[in-house]
């Protein structure tokens, strides 16, 4: 690697991570200082302590822990099911079914908006957490996964847990589950930072702020027409991000990793 | 007993499956032939009066060569951008795990969060990037409210939250490509241009093309950022479809048209999705 290039890489980086530096400057600095760069500015809270009065974060945050958990659990139940059920069934209708699947991962829910909002509607479930958390809960790409790793797992296994007298969900439970983890791991954290940050479909079938999660309520308080100043906005986005930056920082290289693994299966 | 076995694991999944993509997508499709009912008057079938609406719809036509700019204005340049980022990260750099952690960083972000930073960036006068272009005595600009630029700023902002997300399958793929390649063309004195031409980037094929068809789904269901920054505005230029769906839908209420709309979008994704079928069927042979 030549210097030419060391040097355009971490120019690079520079540039992309400027927009989030550039944020935390404007939220920790009087409004007065937003645009201008004054290495000795004041620093000051007083931004965050206005976004956090301007909008409920406390409720948006307990929503937004309640949608990812609720779909987090449902999803590696779900999944895991079928994923087994696609590994070592040979059931009638198997390959069809498998390809019915797989249709989900490019006509995702939040392409389906008007279809799922009347279903919603029908189901009594509009402004429900549990309406937002639905369409995504049997996940096609958790299912592929899953069952990919379920059949790179020796069958010698499973036999020998059989003949000690195992029933299907026993072996499911004791040898598949733990065998998976690593999936599992990179499952729930592509699973989690996608729902957490999802926009759409929670907007459509939320409107109340008992039910808003972080981002819909981010998209309220961030609107051009409310008002807010800049600084502000900052603060307010730097919040609603905060937990899941610090998760990122924390352990970015089972991040990395979860997202590289997920990838190539 | 197999057969009873697989359809019951399958069942709980297969219920949400059916009642929230295949039922919702074929009720669309039944949808887009009937009027949108009111109270007074219920929907009735009407054959293909909102195809022909559809065709006279300048709108529409104006969101689909949208949504062409937009796909074709962040796919390529995303990718490319991508693979560099993997093959500099992948390499020995200084202080390379905070180079990655840079580059991946805007993935973790919500689209509406970044939206809201990058609208700053954007704003006239007081904006970054008037205060930059003003270092060069450009005049001020309102980059989202002319249709001649917006399109342009939400295309940059979309690549920089995706080119990092993008540059991960890089890596994983450049990871588990065999070493010995590299010392051997390093024996015989190959250029790196000329292994990275000859040998990396055909091995990389089967990556770009899986990278390919995501960042196309992407740009079709990737709307979040509207919501804040244009409003599909001004004038439309920046509308994308799945956009139009929700406006048509839940702004102006028209159901119907909705669905003939979202038929349209399904039609196209499901494109990709034979696509897709067909490169995992062929496995993507390299030559």
Known sequence: ?265 | MKHVYGWLLLTPAAILLVGFTHYPAVATLADSFFSAGTALRPSRFVGFDNYAALADDPVFWQVLKNNFWFALGTIPTSIALALLMALWVNARLPGRALVRLSYFTPTVLPMIAVANLWLYFYTPQIGLLDKVTGLFGVPSHNWLGNPDTVMGCVIAMTIWKEAGFFMIFYLAALQSLPPELEEAARIEGASRGYFFWRVTFPLLMPTTLFVLVNATINSFKLVDHLFILTKGGPDNASNLLLYYVYQVAFSYLDTAYAATLTVVLLTLLAAFAVLQFRMIERRVHYR
Request: aromatic share 14%; net charge neutral; proline share 6%.
């Open chain 1, 1 to 265: 690697m030549t210097a030419v290039e060391k040097i355009a890489a971490w120019l690079l980086a520079i540039l992309w991570v400027s927009p989030l530096l550039y944020a935390f400057w404007a939220a920790f600095h009087p409004p007065e200082f937003a645009t201008t760069f004054e290495p000795l500015a004041p620093l000051t809270l007083a931004n965050f302590e206005k976004a956090w009065g301007y909008a409920p974060f406390p409720r948006h945050f307990l929503n937004t822990v309640m949608l990812v958990t609720m779909i987090l659990g449902a999803q590696l139940v779900l999944c895991t099911l079928a994923g087994f059920a696609f590994a070592r069934f040979d059931f009638a209708g198997r390959d069809i079914a498998f390809a019915l699947v797989l249709l989900q991962l490019m006509i995702m829910p939040e392409v389906l908006i008007v279809e799922n909002y009347r279903t919603m509607a029908r189901l009594g479930l509009v402004d429900t957490i549990l309406g937002i958390g639905l369409p995504y809960m049997a996940s096609a790409f958790g299912i592929f996964l899953l069952r990919q790793t379920f059949k790179t797992i020796p069958r010698e296994l499973e036999e020998a847990a059989r003949v000690e007298g195992c029933s299907w969900l026993g072996v499911l439970w004791r040898v598949y589950v733990p065998l998976a983890r690593p999936t599992y791991l990179a499952y729930a954290l592509v699973s989690v930072s996608y729902h957490w940050n999802n926009f759409l479909w929670p907007l459509v079938v939320t409107n109340s702020v008992n039910t808003r999660p972080l981002t819909v309520g981010l998209a309220i308080f961030g609107a051009p027409e409310s008002g807010v100043d800049w600084s502000v906005i900052s603060a307010g986005t730097l919040i609603a991000v905060a937990p899941l930056l610090v998760a990122f920082l924390l352990f970015q290289r089972q991040f990395m990793q979860s997202f590289m693994q997920a990838g190539i299966k």
